[in-house]
Structures are given as structure tokens and as C-alpha cells.
């Protein structure tokens, strides 16, 4: 659904823009504007909850074996004190410190100072300098593209010290896994807070800020819309993806190393846990100039949601069930592996493959096959703050007709694969589906609500030929 935004198409409709446009409706599509009651209670919410989540379930790992009822229990029934639970748990050291730091930096100079070379030997990968959608403000940003490449050499780098080299164990992040925690706990709220302060003093792009004179929502949802530091560092594109994605795989490698040590073995569930997440993990660097397109990038501004969520958020809890599994190993059946590996295939075929239909929708602008068929569409137009027109074609064929965000359906049966590789004897690793379904369903009403901003009665006209968002007939 992401607008076909050719610069010389554009330039030459600019002046066939019409002039009875409100000037109010232009540049209006983006994050919320106003906030209401509601928001704002969720917002402060998130705020004081959030770190305070993702502790409880490690540190009910650490100390309950995963139990996220038991700790509870103890503090109901007076057994223990907040302080014996706190007492028990790592603090941060300088190990840890010089772990995250150094980890950090490694991703900083993989993204900044080394070009992609990927995109030359690699046939349909998409790598370099790519650019991105138009933003609100009619910007047009161009971004480095070389996550594949960060990834592939940080995973050399890990295999060549864990069979060659011997410097660190492969068990080291399980080792100092609640010491890093309070690292990029560190991390991510002082990149949310210099995110703040920088669409404060010395934005990017002054018209690309959106202030609601709400200091929580702002601090929360982000000021700025592509922050940056000189010509390449993108602060959404580099912490979307690196240093948490890139680390994803190597935490799951790294509770598999701890399983080996403690058991002698690596469970069947272990290596789906670890197949499955590392395909999603591979599909997102390899489609990274895609991902340029998406909601992240194309209309959340940068700030404490992505900051912190990227810095601690996901590395923690998508990663909970390699963690579970460390310290309840499970060995499935053949037929239940078989089938939970089928079902988190299936649901990746269907995430990458709507994913690709929209994709080549975009860059042929309509010129192609979708299942064998022109694709039908709807045509649209919207205003960014400039007063440029701009114009887009809402595809209605292949999955696309199927339902408004068939890729969440499919990345949803891949998250229901990977808690279903646990077994069933504690909640704790199936909290990511529930999130996952939350958070999708959210960012579904949240993206056509931006959409309806943005596209007005065109957005109508498509929701009437495609009336279902996640499951055909259903919702």
C-alpha cells in the first residue's frame, strides 16, 4: 500500500496539484497530532511498566525456573520481600559494560564504514545506498543498506572465536544476561532522551517534527521523524535493525551453547526455536531495502517506542523461548516437531510471499502478474506538507485481496510456531504470541487509521473491496 514515488512523476504532477485543498489536510498523515485521554493513559503505562515486564521475566527465569506465578506467590503470602528478590538478582559489572560496549560499536562501524558488497555477488539482493519513501514533509531519504552484510560478518566473527579462536565462551550472553540488561536498559533511554532533546534544539528536518505539547506522548512516540547524525546514521533504520536483530540469532546461538554445557545435548525444540527465528532474522536483512517501505520507517517518528523497545524490548522478550528452554529442555516427538516446523514454514511463506506481491506491485507500478492475473487496484492521492501531490495505486489482488494485512496473519502462525516448541507446562515462552497479536492487531487499526488520514474517501473506497484486515471472513 506504500505510495509509487517516482521524483520526476512527482515533479510533474506538483503542478496539477488542485487548489481547493484545505491546507489543513496537508501534511496531516503520520503519527497522531492530538492526544486523547486514552493514549496518554497507555503511554504512562508503557513508561512505568514496560522495563518493569521484561525484569519479571527474566528474573523470573533466574530465580522461579520460569515460573511467572510463584514469585507473585511468595510476595502474597509474605514468604519473600521485594528486597530478597532484588538482593538476588546481578547487578550491572564491568564486564557486562565492556560487552554491550564493545558490541555496540562493532554494529556502529559495520553500518557506518563499511559499504555493502553483498549486493554484487549476491543475485537478487538488494544492498547499498537505497532510498526511501517520501515523508510527510516531501522528503525523500536516501540509506545505507548493508544489514545483511553486519550480519554475515558478525556471525563469522562468532563462529570463527567459538571453533578457532577460544577468546569468550558461546555461553557468554546467558552468562551475563541480566548484567546486559541493565547496559541496554542504559542505552536505550539515553538514546530516547538525545532523540528528544534533538527535535527540540537541532533537528534534521524542522517540518518533519510533530509536536503535541504533551511531554510524555512526545518522549514516548518520538519528536522527529528521520533523526540523524551527519549523512548516513540513521538513528530508525540503524536501531530497528542493529544491535538488537543482529543479536537475536546470536542469543539463541548462545542458549544453545548453555543447554550443551548443562545437558550434554541440544534439544530438537532448541534447534526449531533457532531455525525458525533465524529465517525471520535473515529474511528481514535480506529484504532490508524493502523494509525502507514499511511502517517503522515510512511513518512511526523515533522515540522511546523504538529507542528502548529495540535496545531492551526485543532482544529480551522475543527471544524467551531459546531462554525457556534453557532451563526446561524439551525433546519433542517427531510428528510434533514435523508439524510445528510446517506451521512456522507455512506462516513464513505467507509473510514473504505478501510481502513480495506488494513489493513488485510497487516497483512495476502495477505492471506485473499476481497469480497469474493484472492485479487490480485502487487509485489514490494525498498532500504532504508542501503542497506536493502525491499519488498511489492500494493493490486488491492475490493475498492482498485476501485481507488488508495478510503478512501479520502469516508472521502470527510463525510466532505461534515458535511457543509451540516449548510444550505447554508454563505460560512464559507463549507471552510473544500474545504480544504479537496484540501488537499487530493494534498496528493494524493504528496504520488505516494513518491511512484514512492520509488518503481520505480513496482509503474508503479500497476498505469496501477488501473488507477484512487479518483473517478472511472472519476480521
Known amino acids: 500500500m506504500a505510495a509509487h514515488q517516482e521524483k520526476k512523476l512527482a515533479q510533474e504532477r506538483r503542478n496539477k496539484s488542485t487548489q481547493n485543498v484545505p ?28 522495563p518493569l515486564i521484561v525484569y519479571y521475566f527474566i528474573m523470573s527465569c533466574d530465580q522461579y525456573q520460569c515460573s511467572l506465578t510463584d514469585p507473585l506467590m511468595d510476595l502474597l503470602t509474605g514468604r519473600k520481600h521485594l528486597s530478597d528478590i532484588w538482593n538476588k538478582t546481578p547487578m550491572l559489572t564491568w564486564r557486562a559494560a565492556g560487552i554491550y560496549s564493545l558490541w555496540v560499536t562493532l554494529q556502529v562501524v559495520l553500518y557506518m564504514f563499511i559499504p555493502d558488497f553483498c549486493h554484487k555477488f549476491l543475485p537478487g539482493y538488494v544492498g547499498g545506498v537505497q532510498e526511501g519513501a517520501v515523508t510527510p514533509a516531501g522528503v525523500v531519504n536516501k540509506y545505507q543498506i548493508n544489514g545483511l552484510q553486519a550480519w554475515i560478518i558478525t556471525h563469522v566473527l562468532w563462529f570463527a572465536n567459538a571453533y578457532c579462536f577460544h577468546f569468550f565462551s558461546p555461553t557468554i550472553i546467558f552468562d551475563n544476561w541480566i548484567p546486559l540488561l541493565w547496559c541496554a536498559n542504559i542505552l536505550g533511554y539515553a538514546v530516547s532522551t538525545f532523540a528528544m532533546i534533538k527535535g527540540y534544539l537541532f533537528p534534521t528536518n524542522a517540518k518533519d517534527c510533530k509536536f503535541t505539547g504533551n511531554f510524555f506522548y512526545d518522549y514516548m512516540m518520538g519528536i522527529e521523524f528521520n533523526p540523524r547524525i551527519g549523512k548516513w546514521f540513521d538513528f530508525k533504520l540503524f536501531f530497528n535493525g542493529r544491535p538488537g536483530i543482529v543479536a537475536w540469532t546470536l542469543i539463541n546461538l548462545s542458549y544453545a551453547a548453555k543447554q550443551q554445557e548443562l545437558y550434554g545435548q541440544v534439544t530438537n525444540s532448541m534447534i526449531l526455536v533457532n531455525v525458525l527465528q533465524g529465517i525471520y532474522v535473515l529474511d528481514f536483512f535480506w529484504n532490508e531495502a524493502w523494509y ?17 523497545g529495540d535496545c531492551v524490548w526485543l532482544p529480551y522478550l522475543y527471544t524467551l523461548q531459546g531462554l525457556y528452554l534453557v532451563y526446561h529442555p524439551v525433546q519433542l516427538c517427531t510428528a510434533n516437531a514435523v508439524g510445528i516446523l510446517m506451521l512456522g514454514l507455512l506462516g513464513y511463506y505467507i509473510f514473504r510471499v505478501t510481502n513480495h506481491q506488494k513489493d513488485l506491485f510497487r516497483r512495476t507500478n502495477g505492471n506485473c502478474r499476481i497469480w497469474g492475473k493484472k492485479p487490480e487496484y485502487i487509485e489514490c492521492s494525498y498532500m504532504s506538507v508542501d503542497g506536493t501531490k502525491y499519488y498511489s495505486k492500494l493493490m486488491t489482488s492475490g493475498f492482498w485481496g485476501w485481507a488488508r494485512h495478510f503478512n501479520y496473519t502469516g508472521d502470527l502462525m510463525g510466532s505461534l510456531a515458535y511457543c509451540l516448541a516449548c510444550g505447554f507446562e508454563h505460560i512464559l515462552p507463549y507471552f510473544y504470541i500474545i504480544y504479537m497479536t496484540i501488537l499487530l492487531t493494534h498496528r493494524c487499526i493504528r496504520d488505516e487509521h494513518r491511512c484514512f488520514s492520509k488518503y481520505g474517501k480513496d482509503w474508503k473506497r479500497y476498505t469496501a473491496a477488501v473488507p477484512y484486515r487479518l483473517l478472511p471472513g472472519i476480521f
Do not use: N
Not at 28 to 33: E, I, L, N, P, S
Open 292 to 308: 525502507l517501505k514499511t511502517i517503522d520507517i515510512c511513518h512511526d517518528h523515533f522515540g522511546w517506542y523504538l529507542g528502548w
Open 23 to 50: 491546507q489543513t489536510s496537508q501534511g496531516q498523515w503520520g503519527r497522531a497530532w492530538e492526544v486523547d485521554w486514552f493514549s496518554l493513559a497507555s503511554i504512562l503505562f508503557l513508561l512505568l511498566f514496560a
